[in-house]
């Protein structure tokens, strides 16, 4: 889930991506004049900016510059121009994607969610997270890959990102409203049974189960919790 900035002045459009957008779990703010996406990008600090190229009070491409002059937020420009140029200034200009008009919601949150993995990934290469380690379980985050106790694990994109989500708030009991959430990225469907489901095959691939956990621990009726076993676990 990301805090999105749409700024978008086409009535029809912009309610749409907003409602779009907020039910695959972001939350949207949105503007439809160029200044104001500006001011609230600054104040807001938004994780990702979409900005309509065709903006009333300012060109687009001038307000991009305008907003890497204060901030790096990621920015996906949205075009109705088949205008090679322009895109072209904007990928320059400092654009991190760009969709055409028209789209389908569906295709701009890919891309959402495209850029602010990248982010992620380059985030983790400037030498900060870049490996979650908890215990004998070592997620290398960039990479999508994950090992216990030096064993490579096979674990479906799915079963990564539950596995990360836990492994970064180890100790935590999380609940499975927030996994429906934040990794399966459904605020208001999703069952628990889907949890459930992958999370024991997530154990079976850690060579646990629920009777008997090591790192994964079920608290009845609140959630789940990821801890390292303690020294005589394996014992
Ligand atoms: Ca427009």
């Known amino acids: 889930m990301a805090q999105v900035l749409v700024i978008e002045d086409d009535p029809r459009i912009r309610p749409l991506l907003v409602r779009a957008l907020s039910e695959r779990g972001h939350a949207v ?9 500006l001011q609230r990008a600054v104040d807001t600090r938004p994780d990702l900016v979409l900005l309509d190229l065709g903006l009333p009070d300012l060109d687009g491409v001038q307000l991009l510059s305008m907003l890497r002059a204060v901030s790096d937020v990621p920015v996906i420009v949205a075009t109705a ?3 090679d140029a322009t895109l072209v200034r904007c990928l320059d200009g400092g654009a991190d994607d760009y969709v ?7 295709q701009v949150e890919a891309r959402i969610r495209a850029v602010l993995r990248r982010m992620d990934g380059a985030r983790g290469r400037g030498g900060a997270r870049t490996v979650v380690e908890v215990g004998g379980l070592r997620l290398d ?14 674990l479906s994109p799915r079963e990564f ?5 836990l492994a970064e708030r180890p100790d935590e009991v999380v609940t499975k409203r927030e996994l429906l959430v934040e990794v399966w990225q459904q605020p208001w469907g999703g069952s628990d ?3 459930d489901v992958h999370l024991s095959w997530l154990r079976r691939k850690l060579g646990e189960n629920a ?7 079920t608290v009845r009726g609140v959630g789940v919790r990821l801890s390292a076993p303690g020294p005589d676990a394996d014992a």
């Open 81 to 83: 121009r088949d205008d």
């Open 141 to 154: 985050v960039a990479g999508r890959r994950a090992s216990l106790d030096d064993v490579e694990l096979e």
């Open 161 to 165: 990102d539950l596995l990360r989500h």
């Open 193 to 195: 049974k889907t949890v």
């Open 211 to 217: 009777a008997a956990p090591r790192y994964l621990h």
């Open 100 to 106: 055409t008009k028209p789209f389908t919601p569906v």
């Open 29 to 37: 703010d949105s503007v439809s004049r160029g200044l104001d996406g």
